[in-house]
């Protein structure tokens, strides 16, 4: 199972979004596949609880089959909700949770096993064993395939992978959040061989003045290369050497092929460091 050089994100296909009909989300499905974009990612969350099931119905009225895709879905984080008795959010991760939640996104979103299943963050309280024989028994029903974190430090890593193993984890990174990139964290997972997955990748460059320098810059790039800042934003992460996979979070299918098409460009050395100068505010050492 490979996942596609793009992400889709589906958080904000639902309630929490653009509240898509079955009609919209099966459509959405299928002119991503077409454009390649064949990884979906979901969380038990999204929607309050509810964005699962709207893509469950989107993927039966599509016509794509099951294994023409791959669906990551996450669990762990408990949103306050009276049904579940949740006073307040919290974190969850003993194993009998972490294996119901999985049976819950399966049967919500009709797909029979999940392709990657992460932690959505690290709890003070999770206990490595609890989490690796929850991921022993999902992956021995053939419930997942592949198993990951996100939002977790590496120190956070190692101690989960002394008793599981982690292909994967979903981090903040992009052009206007540097951290993961200044803190050496992603030469950690490279080490480790686990592959970041980057949520947010487009950052905060809709929310910059048209004054700031990033965005000058990639106003001058978007000119030079024909593309536009959120392609210039994939562009940016796709020069990394670390096979980063953006999680885009547009609803749109054409900024979701237009992302796809960004994979594809490679930025000029200097051009890829202006976008880092103006990131920083400041030019390297
Ligand atoms: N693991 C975690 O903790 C975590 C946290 C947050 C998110 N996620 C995952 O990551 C995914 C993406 O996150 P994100 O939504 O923050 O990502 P994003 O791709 O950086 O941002 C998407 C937002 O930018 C807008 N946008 C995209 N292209 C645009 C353009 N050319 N012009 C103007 N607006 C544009 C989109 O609106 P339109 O829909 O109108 O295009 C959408 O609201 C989520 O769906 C979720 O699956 C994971």
Known sequence: MGLSKIIQGCMTYGEWGKQLTTHDIAKRIESNVE?????????????????????????????????????????????????RGNQLKHYQYDADYIVAQARQSISNLQCDYLDVFLLHRPSPLMQKDEIAKAISLLKSEGLIKAFGVSNFSLAQIDYLSSSVEILYNQIQISCTHL???????????????????????????????????????????????????????????NKLPFDILPVIGTTSVERSRLSMEATQVDLELQDWFRLYEASRGHEVA
């Open 35 to 83: 454009n390649g974009i064949t990884s979906f990612d979901h969380a038990d969350i999204y929607g309050g609880y509810t964005t699962e099931a709207d893509f469950g119905k989107g993927l039966q009225a599509s016509h794509i089959q099951r294994s023409d895709i791959q669906i990551i879905s996450k669990c762990g984080l408990q949103l306050p909700s009276p049904e």
């Open 179 to 237: 951290e993961a990139l200044e803190n050496d964290h992603l030469y950690g997972l490279s080490q480790r061989q686990i592959q970041p997955m980057a949520w947010q990748p487009l950052g905060e460059v809709f929310k910059l003045d048209s004054d700031h320098n990033l965005k000058i810059c990639l106003s001058e790039l978007s000119s030079k290369y024909n593309l536009n800042e959120a392609q210039l934003a994939i562009a940016f992460l």
